[in-house]
């Protein structure tokens, strides 16, 4: 019996707007206008663009995005391992997702999917950290923000994901 070897990229992508962004930026985070399908398809596009028909018959079969989170924009990609050069290239060349201008961040990559989902509850913390802070909500009121919830919600939906 074979077994498949994966590279799970993690990636944040960073919104670029026109507006400044940090006085848009509340408690209430705006969604983007992307989610997984969107993020395969601009994968897909960008490796079309950059490495062809051969990159694409390498990377096609085993590419896939596990994880989409709309708050922080985290995601979770599955790839081969002879391949996940390929899939980090076309990341980083990313300009675009569904008309919505992003820079891609690849936070971490794992061999396993356990530790791209330690990396990604942790990020999620350190994202949602982060928001507080530019909204300036008192650590006391932590339990009380919209914020709570959704780092539960999203470590149960991050620790439930399957290779």
């Not at 919209?146 to 290779?163: C, K, P």
Request: net charge positive; glycine share 4%.
């Amino acid at each position: 019996m074979v077994r498949f070897k994966n590279r799970w990229l993690l990636v944040e992508f960073i919104s670029v707007s026109s507006s400044d962004r940090s006085s848009s930026l509340s408690s209430h985070h705006t969604p983007p206008s992307f989610d997984a399908k969107h993020i395969y398809t601009a994968l897909r596009e960008s490796i079309l663009s950059n490495f062809g028909d051969t990159g694409w018959g390498a990377v096609g079969s085993s590419l896939t995005v596990k994880y989409f989170s709309p708050t922080t924009n985290l995601c979770i990609i599955r790839t081969a391992r002879d391949q996940h050069t390929l899939a980090w290239g076309a990341v980083t060349l990313l300009s675009s997702i569904n008309g919505s201008r992003v820079i891609p961040h690849v936070v971490h990559v794992s061999g396993t999917i356990k530790h791209v989902q330690l990396a990604a509850i942790k990020h999620n913390r350190e994202v949602v950290a982060r928001f507080r802070a530019k909204a300036k909500t008192p650590a006391l009121y932590h339990t009380q923000d919209s914020f709570e919830g959704y780092l539960v919600q999203s470590t149960r939906e991050i620790e439930a994901l399957q290779d």
